[in-house]
């Protein structure tokens, strides 16, 4: 009773036969993989999908699951099966209760059970099998007589009439002997079937461990973009606010025209009204000492000013200053879009290494050529046109002459020094060798607590200290900007420089004191 609920269990509610290749549907019922193959091609002109047992429905072609643990307990079960059990067949002659027949004789046409099996005609005549419901289909179509033999031109069972009829001359094999042709087949095709299996199963088992990991990156990566997300919110909401008070500043400029020219239209009454009192007076004594003749005389003080403000503010137009809000609006969104490629960028980095060959004679290259430290000894480096030879500073081997570039340098082992892009055709002695110092460099530079940003001999003050010990520079290349960053949490913009490159860029660093790492960086081609 146990086997045959078991085997209920196991059965598959569109064949009603046990399960072949169990997949499992996400609603928690199985089926063949074939028969629910059958069911989904019959839905899917209907406009939706469902289980055939419980009808939940799918809004897509439903996911099959391989379920490995019930293809092993079917395995399991039909493994514990007799052979006689499993083929349903009863002995003809016990018809009292059912008993499973052991044989089937094809001369006789019966089943036969252990008992009835003994006492059988054991002539050759009465060729026995195994059990069987169906005994036409052991017989010859044609003439009704067992099949013998087996015909490897035509591929069927023949009788033995058919061997001198119709398949006379025909190559043939016994039963037996191409059953096991047959089978040494079959067990070839099994076991490239089985090793399938396997590399499946494998790949199976190699994604789920990648799925795993990806799962668990995946929360980090939630949260990382949350972060940059309620970040780039508040930079447009800030960005917004900026340019609604270049809007509003438009009117409030004028506003503070009308009052500054009210308060010198109030002063000019009060100059009239205290003329024409001198104007009225009959004393000459009291007229000439009562009277500053340079104060009340002098009516052209600023009148070109504000003449100049006033023909400004009238030509202004009062619509929006589509250029000027544009610009900001484009400049905002650009640094912004910056930020969100440094932000990615900073999630992978490759090597950028200082060319020793570039290195000034106080310098020190340390042996992965990432880190750069002042030296108060003379390294003696081999004499290079390359080489520094007015302040200590080293540029990277490699330029760049395309695309946008990232790196980055951990600045917290100096308190002074300067980083940033130079063209190799810098200087390499003299003042005009120093990064910033010419129309060939770009450069973030710190002198004790003071922070720069430096070109052209041009320094613009930082009105802000740095937050970390890291500093990102990005290069792009074909947008013409050089940004420096704050690699604090989160990412915060320094500077960025514009203009249009004329040759490839590399790397600099200039140390005055302590010394430079280079933390990596990214590159995009």
Same mark, same amino acid.
């Given at each position: ?9 196991? /059965? ?6 046990? &399960?072949? $290749? ?60 007799? $052979? ?7 002995? *003809? ?7 499973? @027949? ?11 059970? $252990?008992?009835?099996?003994? +006492? ?11 059990? *069987? ?88 990566? *939630? /949260? ?6 309620? %970040? ?44 024409? =009192? ?8 009291? +007229? ?5 003749? !340079? ?6 003080? !600023?009148?070109?000013? %504000? ?41 992978? @980095? ?52 395309? !695309?946008?570039? &990232? ?7 100096? /308190? ?15 003042? =005009? ?40 520079? &990005? ?26 490159? *004329? ?23």
């Amino acid at each position: 009773m146990a086997s045959a609920n078991l085997k209920a269990e196991l /059965e598959c509610s569109v064949c009603l036969n046990i &399960y072949t $290749d169990p997949v499992m549907l996400r609603c928690g019922h199985n089926f063949c993989r074939v028969c629910i193959d059958r069911v989904v091609d019959t839905q899917g002109g209907s406009g939706g999908y469902s289980c055939p047992e419980c009808r939940e429905k799918f809004p897509d072609g439903p996911a099959l699951h391989r379920n490995i643990t019930l293809r092993n307990i079917v395995e399991n079960f039909l493994s514990a099966q007799p $052979d006689r059990e499993e083929s349903g067949v009863f002995c *003809t002659h016990c018809v009292d209760y059912p008993v499973p @027949a052991v044989r089937s004789c094809l001369l006789c046409e019966v089943s036969l059970c $252990d008992k009835h099996m003994r +006492v059988h005609n054991k002539s050759p005549e009465h060729i026995l099998c195994d059990p *069987t419901l169906s005994m036409e289909s052991r017989k010859c179509s044609v003439h009704k007589k067992i099949l013998e033999y087996y015909c490897t031109e035509d591929d069927s069972c023949v009788c033995k009439f058919c061997v001198i009829g119709g398949h006379k001359g025909h190559e043939m094999e016994s039963l037996d002997e191409a059953s096991d042709n047959k089978k040494e087949t079959l067990r070839n095709v099994l076991q490239k079937l089985l090793i399938k299996r396997e590399e499946m199963e494998e790949r199976v088992q190699s994604l789920q461990e990648h799925r795993r990991k990806v799962e668990e990156e995946a929360s980090g990566d *939630t /949260e990382r973009v949350t972060v940059l997300f309620r %970040d780039l919110r508040r930079r447009l909401e800030d960005l917004e606010k900026r340019i609604l008070r270049e809007i509003s500043g438009r009117a409030e400029r004028i506003s503070i025209s009308i009052r500054d020219l009210e308060i010198k239209k109030e002063e000019l009454s009060r100059k009239i009204r205290h003329i024409e =009192e001198l104007c009225n007076m009959t004393d000459p004594l009291t +007229v000439l000492q009562k009277s500053d003749t !340079g104060d009340l005389c002098d009516t052209e003080d !600023g009148d070109n000013e %504000d003449r100049e403000r006033h023909e400004k503010l009238l030509h202004d137009g009062g619509g929006l200053d589509v250029d000027g809000i544009s610009h900001t609006l484009h400049t905002g969104l650009s640094d912004i879009i910056t930020e969100v490629d440094i932000y990615f960028y900073i999630q992978g @980095a490759a090597d950028i290494l200082l060319d020793v060959n570039t290195a000034h004679n106080d310098l020190h290259i340390s042996d992965d050529r990432k880190t750069v430290s002042k030296s108060y000894r003379n390294q003696n480096h081999p004499e290079t046109p390359e080489r520094f030879q007015y302040c200590a500073q080293v540029l990277s081997s490699r330029s760049s002459s395309s !695309g946008r570039h &990232y790196w980055e340098v951990d600045v917290g082992g100096s /308190e002074s020094w300067r980083v940033g892009m130079c063209y190799p055709s810098i200087e390499r002695r003299g003042k =005009e060798s120093v990064i910033g110092r010419n129309k060939k460099s770009w450069g973030l530079d710190r002198s004790g607590n003071q922070y720069e940003v430096i070109h052209d001999s041009k320094y613009i003050p930082l009105h802000t200290n740095l937050s970390s010990n890291r500093v990102g520079i &990005y290069l792009d290349y074909e947008a013409g900007r050089i940004s420096f960053y704050d690699l604090c949490d989160p990412i915060r913009h320094l500077h960025t420089f514009t203009t249009t490159f *004329t040759e490839p860029l590399h790397a600099g660093i200039w140390v005055c004191k302590g010394c430079i790492k280079i933390c990596g960086g990214k590159r995009e081609m």
